[in-house]
């Protein structure tokens, strides 16, 4: 069974930045898609961005251009670089893997930033 194990979450202020991580028990190669949901209270769970593995990165119009997605294959981390952190970003954070016919989801942590 896949596991995806998320860290680096944490309480900022507005205006700062947070580093997500994403470990993943099997190779990258091995996904189709990996990204980066988020879902706040009251609210449905939202796609924040996407790193296909082949074909461009695709972000939600709300983070483009504050957050990067990025992989390391070699140490079968997805990572998630947040820059600019506004209080609307508070939510709990989730790291999912796509294969053809499975998606994998992790934990989730936790992302609060106060204004």
């Known amino acids: 069974q896949v596991q995806l194990v998320e860290s680096g979450g944490g309480w900022v202020q507005a205006g700062g930045s947070l580093r997500l991580s994403c470990a993943a028990s099997e190779s990258l190669f091995t996904f189709n898609t990996m990204g980066w949901y988020r879902q706040a209270p009251g609210k449905q769970r939202e796609l924040v961005a996407e790193?296909?593995?082949?074909?461009?990165?695709i972000y939600a119009e709300v983070v483009e251009g504050r957050f990067t997605v990025s992989k390391d294959n070699a140490k079968n981390m997805l990572y998630l670089q947040m820059n600019s952190l506004k209080p609307e970003d508070t939510a709990v954070y989730y790291c999912?893997?796509?294969?053809?016919?499975?998606?994998?989801w992790g934990q989730g942590t936790q992302v609060t930033v106060s204004s």
């Open positions: 790193h296909p593995r082949w074909g461009s990165r």
């Open positions: 999912k893997a796509d294969r053809a016919h499975d998606a994998y």
